[in-house]
Structures are given as structure tokens and as C-alpha cells.
């Protein structure tokens, strides 16, 4: 494969562009590939249903495909509407002549305004190309269709009739959440365990989104796997991806204004969120008053122009001592939340770092001393972080103040430091460059999060931080009011 993944689409159309090629090529170039299309129906629709539909001869259809396949090498194919049995057998031959290396199957029937997008007497036929897919990505309803049972009212429903179809085709089968009612909508790979792990059941968490604007979502969700399958990533890691964009594309949904009915989501999302203001600049600057009240405070000028005394200083590092021992377990569930690989990675580091360096430089100044109980400050701080660990999204948010406030201060601190400052150590500890790279990092998670996030979750998510920035002023505060000798 080239670095850039090529992807196929064999489906219809839609002139509103939210379904059918249109939303397969968005999201095809969305996720990092290049996207081809070669059409199997032309269809009259928009946002509120089809209104005709147009199919050129299947003659045509092979004409498509040869000209693609026979000048391109195509690393993926995403396959959707097929209209009747005669272009599911033209597909199945091409299929058998041209095999592409990923072949994912949405077996589109019905559109979501209840339009037919498949002939009744084709879906048998359907049936058969599920055999041929590497992945098949039925919504409930073409899942009743395809084991010919009842629509799943429940998820572990949906799960029983998706073991069942993968069971029938030997295919991996992505079952999606859509449809069902509530909060939540996951989505789950079901098919081998070598493929999906343990339970041969791979299931995705996700939070819904409240919009009508969901045309379209089932395309875009299989040409996203086909794409990152190609791209390299494992099912699963697709999935994961796949969902968050698609996610944040809901949420963006009701920005674009296209069409009076079901409208389609925002593909381009992620482009257009440069310019966009990031959640990480919102939250930073409507901490500003507790920022200055950090930089202002005692205990920091003080530890600024040395001027601190050493048993407060030795009282705040055995208060960290014990907050870091707290902070490490949050950065590991955070690497257990996490929905790739590298944030998992950059989590466990970060844990391992707070428990590890951290600690050596607390123990260097306590002494061997044990750390002390935790003060009132200490507990406050780590009952929030513990209580903020509902969702990837807010736990990110509650732990990131740490990172920042702190690597923010350490800039601010190094100008002070001099060979014989008596605190030299720890401010090069917080103005380590690597440091300031964990905390750049942590930052580019953060607003990923939000930009993925649901209004609901990113206002969580914000106010996660903003009690985590006033956790830090008052942990900065407490030593100056809490010393023995001061009280
Ligand atoms: N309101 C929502 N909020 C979050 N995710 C959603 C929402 N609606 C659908 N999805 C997601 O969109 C994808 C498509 O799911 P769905 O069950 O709607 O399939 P579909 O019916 O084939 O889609 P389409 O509406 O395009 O026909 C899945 O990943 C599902 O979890
Ligand atoms: C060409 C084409 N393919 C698929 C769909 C299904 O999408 P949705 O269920 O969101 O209408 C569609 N409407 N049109």
C-alpha cells in the first residue's frame, strides 16, 4: 500500500450530499485517504426522502468498475446501495476477479425516511455478498432482515442477532447502536476472537448525540472503517476512531443548516476546528483570575525568590507527596479510558512519571520522612479527581490543571533560578522542557476530547477544569495557613 489509503465506494447517490458516495468520499478524505467512487444507482433524494431513482444498465456498472481496477490499486472498497439482485451479482463477479484487501459491506435497505433502497426480492442475494466482506455493518432493522428474525427491541438482543450473522457468514459484522433508545450509543464488533478479543464481542461506548441530523451516518460510519482498516489500524482501534469522528460530526451537525428534514453531519469537522475557538483556550483564560491568584500568592513568591521558609516548603512537599500518590492512580485510569493507543501510552508515562520522578524528588527534600496525612486542601483535590471519572472526556479535564498550571509556573519560576537558590531542584523539575512537552500533549487530548465531545460532555468537561484550577490555588494557599507555627 501507499502511505495513503485508496479507498472505493460502490454506492448511490444522493444531490443533498449527505448519503451514498457523497458522504463515503467526505469521509474517505476526512480520515486520511483518497476516495473513488463508481456509481450503482442515481437517486432524486434529499433530506426529507427519495423521490426517484434512477438505475443505469449493470453493463455500465462493470464498465465503472473495470475502468477504476484496471488503472488503480485499490486498498479498500466500501460497498453500499445496491438496488437489485442484477448489480449485487455484478458486484460479487468483480468481487471474485479484482479481491481489494478490505471489503466492508453496508447492507443499505432502507433509507431513514423509510424510502426502499434495496428490491424485497434482492435481499437473499444480499445474504450472499455478506459471505464475500471482510466486515458487514448492519443497522437493527437489516439485521432482523439478514437473519431473518424479529428487529433486536434491546442490545443484548442486537448482540445475540449479530453473533448469529457473523455465525451464518463467517463475517465480522459491526453492530451499530443507532437505532436503539436512551443515553447511550455504543457500537460493537462481533466475530473472532483473534480479531476482536476476548468474548469474540468488541463493544465501543458512546454517548448520543440529541440531533435529527443523522443522514447519512451509516454510510459514513463503513466508509471510516474501510478507510483506517486500509490506513493499517486493527478493527477495533478503527472502530474507536471511527466512532469519535463520527461523534464530533453529530455534534456539528445542526451548524450546518442543509436541508428542512434529516439533515447530514459535518465530515470536515476536525478541518474546521482550527478556527474554531479550542476548548483548551476557553478554559485557560476563564481561569484567569486563579491563575494570577496562584501567581500572586505567598507560598509562590516566596518560593520564587527563595524567600520561603524550609518547613513550609517540607509541609507543602509532603501534602504533594500524598496528592501525587492519588494523581498517578487518575493518570492510569485515564490510560485505561483512553480510545487509542498512543493516549494510553501517554498516560501510563504520565502516571509512571508522577509515582516514580516525582516522589524521588519529594523523598530528596522530605528526608525519608513519611508523608503526612493529607490536609484538607489535599483531600478536596482528590475527592473532585476521583469524582470526575465518570467519562474519558471530564477525567482528562480535571487532571489537566496539574500538568498546565504547573508547567505554566515553572516558565514563570526558571527566570529565578541561580546555583545556590535554595529551591533550585524543584524549579528545574517544572521547567524541564520535557515537562513542558507532556503538558502540550496532554493539552492536544483535552481539546480533542472536546472537539469529539457532545455539548453536554465539553460543559462537563470545563467545569471538571475549573474546579481542578481552584483545587491548585487552594493547595498552593494551604501551606501559608496551615504550618503549625502559623496557625
Ligand atoms: N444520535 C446519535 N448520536 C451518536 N451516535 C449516533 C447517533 N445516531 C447514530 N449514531 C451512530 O452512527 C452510526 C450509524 O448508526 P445507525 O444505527 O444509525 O446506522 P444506520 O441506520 O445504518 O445509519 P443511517 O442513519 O445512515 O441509515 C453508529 O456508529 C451509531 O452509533
Ligand atoms: C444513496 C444512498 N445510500 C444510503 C442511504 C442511507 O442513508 P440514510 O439511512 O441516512 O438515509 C441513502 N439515503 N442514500
Redesign the pocket.
Known amino acids: 500500500m501507499s502511505g495513503i489509503p485508496r479507498v472505493l465506494s460502490i454506492?448511490?447517490?444522493?444531490p443533498t450530499g449527505g448519503?451514498?458516495i457523497h458522504a463515503d468520499l467526505k469521509t474517505i478524505g476526512a480520515l486520511g485517504g483518497y476516495g473513488m467512487a463508481v456509481v450503482t444507482?442515481l437517486?432524486a433524494?434529499n433530506t426529507r426522502g427519495?423521490r426517484e431513482v434512477h438505475v443505469p444498465p449493470v453493463g455500465f456498472l462493470t464498465a465503472q468498475l473495470d475502468a477504476v481496477s484496471d488503472d488503480v490499486e485499490i486498498d479498500a472498497v466500501k460497498i453500499?446501495?445496491l438496488q437489485d439482485a442484477a448489480i449485487i451479482e455484478v458486484v460479487r463477479d468483480w468481487l471474485a476477479r479484482v479481491r481489494p484487501p478490505v471489503v466492508v459491506l453496508d447492507p443499505?435497505m432502507v433509507?431513514?425516511?423509510g424510502d426502499r433502497?434495496l428490491d424485497a426480492a434482492a435481499e437473499d442475494a444480499l445474504r450472499g455478498l455478506c459471505t464475500d466482506a471482510d466486515l458487514v455493518t448492519p443497522n437493527l432493522a437489516e439485521l432482523a432482515v439478514l437473519t431473518g428474525r424479529p428487529v433486536a427491541a434491546t442490545w443484548d438482543e442486537a448482540l445475540d442477532a449479530a453473533r448469529r450473522l457473523h455465525e451464518s457468514t463467517g463475517t465480522l459484522v459491526l453492530l451499530k447502536g443507532g437505532h436503539l433508545d436512551g443515553a447511550d450509543c455504543p457500537d460493537a464488533l462481533v466475530g473472532p476472537v483473534p480479531l476482536v478479543g476476548p468474548g469474540g464481542v468488541h463493544e465501543v461506548a458512546g454517548a448520543r448525540v440529541a440531533t435529527r441530523n443523522?443522514?447519512?451516518?451509516?454510510?459514513s460510519l463503513s466508509s471510516a472503517m474501510a478507510t483506517l482498516r486500509a490506513g493499517g489500524a486493527s478493527w477495533p482501534d478503527a472502530l474507536v476512531r471511527a466512532k469519535q469522528w463520527l461523534t464530533g460530526a453529530l455534534a456539528h451537525a445542526d451548524a450546518l443548516h442543509v436541508g428542512r428534514g434529516n439533515g447530514p453531519v459535518d465530515h470536515f469537522h476536525e478541518l474546521r476546528a482550527p478556527a474554531d475557538r479550542a476548548w483548551s483556550a476557553e478554559v485557560w483564560d476563564a481561569a484567569a483570575a486563579v491563575r494570577a491568584g496562584i501567581e500572586e500568592c505567598a507560598f509562590v513568591r516566596g518560593l520564587g525568590d527563595g524567600s520561603l521558609e524550609r518547613d513550609v516548603f517540607t509541609w507543602y512537599l509532603a501534602q504533594d507527596a500524598r496528592y501525587l500518590g492519588e494523581y498517578a492512580r487518575l493518570l492510569a485510569r485515564a490510560s485505561a479510558l483512553a480510545p487509542t493507543a498512543d493516549e494510553q501510552a501517554f498516560w501510563a508515562r504520565s502516571a509512571q512519571s508522577a509515582l516514580v520522578e516525582e516522589q524521588r524528588l519529594h523523598s530528596a527534600h522530605l528526608d525519608g520522612r513519611r508523608p503526612a496525612d493529607p490536609a484538607p486542601a489535599t483531600t478536596a483535590y482528590t475527592d473532585h479527581l476521583h469524582a470526575s471519572g465518570r467519562t474519558y472526556g471530564e477525567l482528562v479535564a480535571a487532571v489537566l490543571p496539574c500538568f498546565w498550571i504547573y508547567a505554566d509556573l515553572g516558565t514563570r519560576l526558571t527566570a529565578a533560578r541561580h546555583e545556590t537558590h535554595p529551591y533550585d531542584d524543584w524549579l528545574a523539575a517544572y521547567g524541564d522542557p520535557a515537562f513542558a512537552e507532556a503538558t502540550a500533549q496532554a493539552v492536544r487530548i483535552a481539546d480533542a476530547a472536546a472537539g469529539a465531545a457532545s455539548a453536554h460532555e465539553r460543559a462537563r468537561m470545563s467545569e471538571a477544569f475549573r474546579r481542578s484550577a481552584e483545587h491548585e490555588l487552594r493547595f498552593f494557599e494551604a501551606p501559608m495557613a496551615l504550618v503549625p507555627a502559623r496557625a
Not at 11 to 14: E, K, V
Not at 214 to 219: A, K, L, M, Q, S
Open positions: 454506492a448511490g447517490t444522493d448519503a451514498g444507482a437517486v433524494q427519495v453500499g446501495m443499505v433509507a431513514t425516511s433502497l443523522t443522514h447519512g451516518t451509516g454510510c
